[in-house]
């Protein structure tokens, strides 16, 4: 969650000349349904305004599912500005007003698709970063939640599906596919969800390929070994080559 925080400008209403607020005349929000004084007001939807008193500050904290412009929120004051010849507070009144934007942040995801032999378990880890913005200038991160741990999208950690295999998701989010014994081909995937500090969720989908055990025999039957397939391989090109 990105806070929106604003220091505003007051001018007199009187003569237009500048007036800051302080501890004794301190700056307070102005409430749009009563027309009162306030020093926190929320707007249903959107998020909650708080102001500092002594400086004007003014803080909104939107809700997690917020953005967009807000609804702006109106700063008032009444400050002292001396004494006339009766020795009469000479007082004069100042308003602002504040409208914050709050710009939406969606963090990114990496797909992964494995390969490996039948009969082997699958690994891999998601990679999930968080989103970025430019807020006056300046960029931003929204981290991806460590509170929250990783689930799949029904919200499991262990997903059976008949006749390819297991899919199990641990608190670090790594991602393990135990094929059935018999199950060789691309599978049907599996979609892990996680969510950044502002709630918003992101997936990415993970689809393994069992690829089958592929075994030679020489004219006798008898298993051919990789290094003497290499072997034999070398000697056909140097025949070729020769001939």
């Known amino acids: 969650m990105l806070l929106k925080n604003e220091t505003p ?15 004794s005349s301190p700056a307070k929000l102005v409430d749009p349904k009563t027309g009162g004084f306030v020093d926190t007001l929320t707007i249903d939807g959107q998020g909650t305004y708080s102001i500092n008193n002594e400086t004007g500050e003014v803080t909104f904290v939107p809700l997690k599912t917020f953005t967009g412009t807000a609804t702006p929120v109106t700063v008032s004051l009444t400050a002292k500005l001396g004494k006339d ?23 990114t995801s990496q797909t992964m698709n494995l ?15 968080g989103g970025k913005v430019e807020v006056n200038g300046v960029e931003k991160t929204v981290e991806i939640d460590e509170n929250v741990k990783p689930t799949f999208d029904d919200g499991t950690t262990k ?3 008949p006749g390819e295999g297991t899919y199990t998701i641990d608190e670090n989010g790594v991602v393990t596919f135990t094929p059935e014994k018999d199950f060789v081909g691309k599978a049907s995937g599996v979609t892990v969800k996680r969510v950044d500090k502002n709630g918003t969720e992101i997936t990415a989908k993970y689809t393994p390929t069992v690829r089958p055990i592929t075994s030679f025999v020489d004219t006798k039957g008898e298993y051919i070994s990789s290094k003497r397939r ?14």
């Open 230 to 243: 290499r072997r034999t391989t070398l000697r056909k090109i140097f025949q070729v080559t020769a001939s």
């Open 9 to 23: 400008t007051f001018t007199s209403v009187g003569d237009g000349s500048p007036v800051k607020p302080s501890a």
């Open 159 to 161: 997903k059976v599906v």
């Open 115 to 129: 390969k490996d032999l039948k009969g082997k378990n699958k690994t891999v880890h998601q990679l999930f970063t």
């Open 85 to 107: 010849a009766d020795d009469t507070d000479i007082t004069a009144t100042a308003t602002a007003t504040y409208t914050p934007t709050v710009i939406p942040v969606k963090p």
